[in-house]
């Protein structure tokens, strides 16, 4: 399996901030990888997929880059919505993994 | 639009078995594969298992293999997992969620509002 070190778990950040969260894979994935945000019992939404590609009707202020094995979700002037935790995921090989979450608190 | 909802959950005693379904709408179900992610109260998200748009190849999480099934029905444009051999850490909240492609390397597009499985004597 494909070990995925996502980091900070925990990020204090104010509004009109930018803030980074980072993945790094035990092994390369190319750019099989997306991040989600979940907000407190909600079902995750996705944010990016193939490292880099924003879904549809989410903001330009995330955007993701990198490739093979370290990875960066950046969300640039924090709005109060964004207060959320983020997940990165691989989908290179089975089994898919998911980092182990970064809460994005208010600070 | 895409709706994702699943139902089955509930509590069971350890050693039970439950069957969860996810009825599919908002899009043609019999084209893209689909899986079924859990998370355990306050932890993260874990895949459990994958099947493709046909029902040809599955997959799974180590950790229920063997004692998890992924099926799917076209005709009723619904998935399912069936879980035996329940075990206290299998408590979480069950989500499917839709692959993007018919196949494997595909992402989460959409996901359900999850059901809750308890495993608890």
């Known amino acids: 399996a494909i070990w995925m070190t996502q980091s900070p778990s925990l990020l204090s950040a104010s509004t009109g901030d930018r803030v980074t969260i980072s993945c790094r894979m035990s092994q390369g994935i190319s750019s099989y990888l997306a991040w989600y945000q979940q907000k407190p019992g909600k079902a995750p939404e996705l944010l990016i997929y193939a490292a880099s590609t924003l879904q549809s009707g989410v903001p330009s202020r995330f955007s993701g880059s990198g490739s093979g094995t370290d990875f960066t979700l950046t969300i640039s002037c924090l709005q109060s919505e964004d207060f959320a935790t983020y997940y990165c995921?691989?989908?290179?090989?089975?089994?898919?993994?998911f980092g182990q979450g970064t809460k994005l608190e208010i600070k | 639009q895409v709706q994702l909802v699943e139902s089955g959950g509930g509590v069971v005693q350890p050693g039970g078995s439950l069957r969860l379904s996810c009825a599919a709408s908002?899009?043609?179900?019999?084209?893209?594969?689909m899986h079924w992610v859990r998370q355990a109260p306050g932890k993260g998200l874990e895949w459990v298992a994958f099947?493709?748009?046909?029902?040809?190849?599955?997959y799974y999480a180590d950790s229920v293999k063997g004692r998890f099934t992924i099926s799917r029905d076209n005709s009723k444009n619904t998935l399912y997992l069936q879980m035996n051999s329940l075990r206290a850490e299998d408590t979480a909240v069950y989500y499917c969620?839709?692959?993007?492609?018919?196949?494997?390397?595909?992402?989460?597009?959409?996901w359900g509002q999850g059901t809750l499985v308890t495993v608890s004597s």
């Open positions: 995921q691989q989908y290179y090989s089975f089994p898919y993994t």
């Open positions: 969620a839709k692959g993007a492609d018919y196949g494997g390397n595909s992402y989460f597009d959409y």
């Open positions: 908002g899009f043609t179900f019999s084209s893209y594969g």
């Open positions: 099947i493709r748009y046909d029902g040809s190849n599955k």
